[in-house]
């Protein structure tokens, strides 16, 4: 697997992230995960008869824990997959359990910011990144894609992928992320667009963002398989005209959406989900009240369009203040020094102003 690179100031030291995966079935969504942990988190589907094949026991969420190293980075993450979603006709009890599992725990941690003695070995669970498949059809944004997302942008970091990429060809899937594209900004929805302030940002930050917003929606493959080729295993999925290699740039986007996921953004998703859509939530339960139930009302897709501005102005906010503090520290170190001098150069007057008066006496 190839190492994340990118910018190192983004990451830490042993982080907890949490990232949900949402599809239908035989969008790839379980290889994808398996192939991003490289190791089996999630089970396949198996039909035990072909007499109850076509039974579906409706939407499940199973959240499943894994240890990641990245670059020596530790990342505990966990994986909250939900098997189920999609399979019927009507997906309205699929779209509500999704975003009542999002907002309890927002009301986990609300609870547990409330108390007077908090518990030390308490687990923050937000979902800081959903992953959402949405089928190879090469035509355009079902409505069943759009309301998702629409509903869930306001709670959680919505990346979409287009799973299976490798059924379309290159001309087709380059004109299904443009139609995919044009859908998600005529209908307004706020996903997680790699925000940047070119005022702001450096110019590898930029060009970083730039590429990876060009990517979306990202076009993945996975794969549980590997080939030799050249001496080395490669994770591949082979057809009779021939192989596509997960980790190749040139037949997958699998790498730079790792690579973004896990380890340059994933800060930045972090900062989002509790400074904006935590922030956003809470302030809504709070002034609703202990009786209501936030779930009632939704945030309107046109309040969160400006997200992405939103979102660089209160980390621009954030970093202002940590400068301030910085030079309001050097400050009164600078002037801690200048008195020390001041006093030490005050002790050596008056030491040679001794030494000159012992000096005269002695001479008389």
């Not at 660089?312 to 009164?332: G, I, T, Y």
């Not at 008195?339 to 008389?364: D, G, P, Y």
Request: aromatic fraction near 6%; charge should be negative; glycine fraction near 4%.
């Amino acid at each position: 697997m190839p190492g994340i690179s990118g910018r190192r100031r983004n990451k830490v030291k042993g982080v907890q992230f949490t990232i949900m995966v949402v599809g239908a079935s035989g969008t790839g969504r379980t290889t994808f995960v398996n192939t991003l942990c490289e190791s089996d988190v999630l089970q396949h589907k198996e039909v035990e008869s072909a007499e109850t094949a076509h039974f579906e026991s409706g939407i499940k969420i199973k959240p499943a824990n894994v240890e990641l190293e990245e670059d020596g980075i530790r990342i505990a993450l966990t994986v909250v997959d939900t098997p189920g979603f999609g399979d019927n006709i009507d997906n309205e009890y699929a779209f509500q359990e999704i975003v009542n599992y999002l907002e309890r725990q927002y009301d986990d941690i609300l609870a547990e910011q409330s108390r007077i003695k908090r518990n030390p070995r308490f687990r923050d669970n937000r979902v800081h990144a959903l992953l959402y498949f949405i089928p190879p059809t090469g035509h355009a944004l079902r409505e069943m894609d759009i309301e998702l997302m629409r509903r869930l942008s306001p709670r959680v970091n919505v990346i979409p992928i287009i799973g299976k990429a490798d059924s379309l060809t290159p001309k087709e899937l380059k004109a299904f992320k443009k139609r995919i594209m044009e859908d998600i900004e005529f209908y307004e929805i706020p996903i997680y667009n790699f925000p940047y302030d070119v005022e702001e940002d450096d110019e590898e930050t930029i060009a970083d963002n730039m590429e990876l917003r060009s990517l979306l929606p990202f076009a993945v493959v996975g794969s549980e398989e590997e080939m030799e080729i050249d001496g080395e295993p490669v994770r591949v999925r082979q057809y009779p005209w021939g192989i596509v290699e997960v980790d190749n740039p040139h037949h997958s986007d699998f790498v730079r959406l790792r690579s973004a996921v896990l380890g340059t953004h994933l800060n930045d998703l972090k900062s989002i989900t509790e400074d904006i859509l935590y922030e956003t939530y809470r302030t809504e339960k709070l002034s609703r009240g202990p009786d209501s139930n936030i779930r009632d009302s939704q945030i309107l897709p046109s309040e969160l369009a400006t997200q992405s501005v939103r979102i660089k102005e209160e980390q621009l906010r954030r970093e202002e203040e940590k400068l301030r503090e910085v030079e309001l520290r050097v400050q009164r170190e600078i002037n801690e020094k200048r008195q020390e001098l001041l006093a030490k150069e005050a002790a050596l007057r008056n030491l040679e102003s001794r030494i000159t008066s012992q000096a005269a006496n002695t001479s008389f």
